[in-house]
């Protein structure tokens, strides 16, 4: 299948997601607007085509409300709202296609730079699927050389725009969690392994901010403090999915997550700057308060 009709396909889920509700001829007038109609309607024989091929690709169901004026809709948009995959992956696509739609604004948008981790994520998918050890050639940032190892591969997961391999060290016999844009080299190899049945990649990342996952750092209830403009930002990207509001003031907000305060999720604390204040629990608000304070002291001699 072409990239061409995929982009197609995309824009055709995005366009009757954002509707709920819209007519073929309401359809074609948007498709119209995009380079990728070429200046052409979209027959309706053509239409019911990408409909199915839609049904059989997302698993979406399209209607069509005939008492509503012959207006089509997805029956089950919840397929979308609750797959975190489907929709990262359509929404991912989406953004594609706006971008391929105006590629004569080129140099008036502005991309952030992303790892080379992509380059060997398409062998971890494929040793995932066949259920097959990688040989991984891998360079960390805490080690001067580089060193070759076989991982079982267990999950992939997105984070900050780098990819994170999670499996199983066959040499150490322990879970590791390996960065993508770190690998120098990675191939498959003939030694099978079994995917463990009482391994959740979602339980296993249970109340973790990023990345890191520390066995000794038990899940507690982080309470924050928040000035109204940074609560705003907040509101509309939570720090974490059980993030709560628990107050609403015009000074400030109250927030609450469930999470493992790591050193990420701490890092992620002190990038907020002076807009965000822990209040429980004290153990991380002292040490948030040390943290500040040795960074104060990097420029103190610039106040003396």
Not at 95 to 111: E, G, P
Not at 184 to 196: C, H, I, S, V
Not at 226 to 245: C, D, G
Not at 271 to 285: F, K
């Amino acid at each position: 299948m072409s990239q061409n009709l995929i982009n197609k396909y995309v824009w055709l889920v995005e366009t009757l997601y954002r509707a709920r509700k819209i007519t073929l001829k309401e359809i074609n007038r948007r498709w119209l607007e995009t380079d990728l109609s070429e200046g052409l309607e979209i027959p309706r024989r053509t239409f019911h085509s990408w409909k199915n091929t839609v049904e059989e690709m997302f698993g979406l169901v399209i209607m069509c409300d005939k008492s509503d004026g012959d207006r089509y809709y997805i029956e089950n948009r919840e397929a979308l709202e609750d797959d975190g995959l489907q929709r990262w992956l359509l929404n991912t696509m989406s953004a594609s296609n706006t971008l391929l739609d105006n590629k004569s604004l080129s140099d008036r948008i502005l991309l952030e730079s992303i790892p080379s981790g992509q380059t060997f994520l398409e062998d971890v998918m494929k040793a995932m699927k066949q259920g097959k050890v990688l040989e991984i050639t891998y360079k960390s940032y805490w080690r001067e050389h580089e060193s070759t190892f076989r991982v079982a591969p267990y999950c992939v997961k997105l984070f900050r725009q780098r990819w994170y391999l999670v499996g199983n060290s066959v040499n150490e016999g322990k879970i590791r969690i390996y960065s993508l844009d770190r690998f120098l080299e990675a191939k498959l190899t003939d030694e099978p392994f079994e995917y463990p049945k009482d391994f959740s990649p979602e339980v296993y990342f249970e109340g973790c901010f990023g990345i890191i996952r520390e066995e000794n750092c038990p899940l507690e209830t982080v309470k924050l403090k928040v000035s109204p403009n940074q609560a705003n930002y907040l509101r509309s990207l939570p720090l974490h999915q059980t993030q709560k509001e628990l107050v609403q003031t015009a000074d400030y907000s109250i927030f609450s997550v469930e999470v493992r305060p790591t050193f990420d999720f701490r890092q992620e604390l002190l990038w907020n700057g002076d807009a965000l204040e822990v209040l429980e629990p004290l153990w991380l608000r002292k040490e948030m308060a040390a943290k500040i304070k040795q960074m104060g002291n990097h420029y103190k001699n610039d106040f003396s």
